[in-house]
């Protein structure tokens, strides 16, 4: 059974950073994509980052560049989203997603995923 699973979220002060994480397990062909989504309350969930996951060609949404990098660790089928001078409005639930199919959605597509983590909680408090 394909697993995802986030860790690394909390509650921190603006200005401080976190360094997400998204381990996988029971899948092991390699993923195509894997990718960060992000959902506030009340709102549409929302891409952050992502990167095709055999050529490392990555992207991070254009707002957050700067601040947010993407990076993998493919021995360990392992992603990672390192947060910089995090703000009140980055506050949401944290999602990985991973593909094993070739799509032309791109990255910051939800539905080009299909598999997806329960998410992991950030709270940036002013």
């Known amino acids: 059974q394909v697993q995802l699973v986030e860790s690394g979220g909390g509650s921190v002060q603006a200005g401080q950073s976190l360094r997400l994480s998204c381990t996988t397990s029971g899948y092991t062909t390699g993923w195509v994509s894997m990718g960060w989504f992000r959902q506030a309350a009340g709102k549409e969930r929302e891409g952050v980052a992502g990167i095709y996951s055999r050529s490392g060609s990555s992207y991070v949404d254009l707002p957050l560049r700067g601040r947010f990098t993407v990076t993998q660790d493919n021995a360990k089928e392992t992603l990672y989203l390192q947060m910089d001078d995090l703000r009140p409005e980055d506050t949401a639930m944290y999602y990985c997603?991973?593909?094993?199919?070739?799509?032309?959605?791109?990255?910051?597509?939800?539905?080009?995923?299909?598999?997806w983590g329960r998410g992991t909680q950030v709270t940036v408090s002013s």
């Open positions: 997603a991973a593909s094993d199919r070739v799509t032309t959605m791109g990255l910051s597509v939800p539905s080009g995923y299909n598999y």
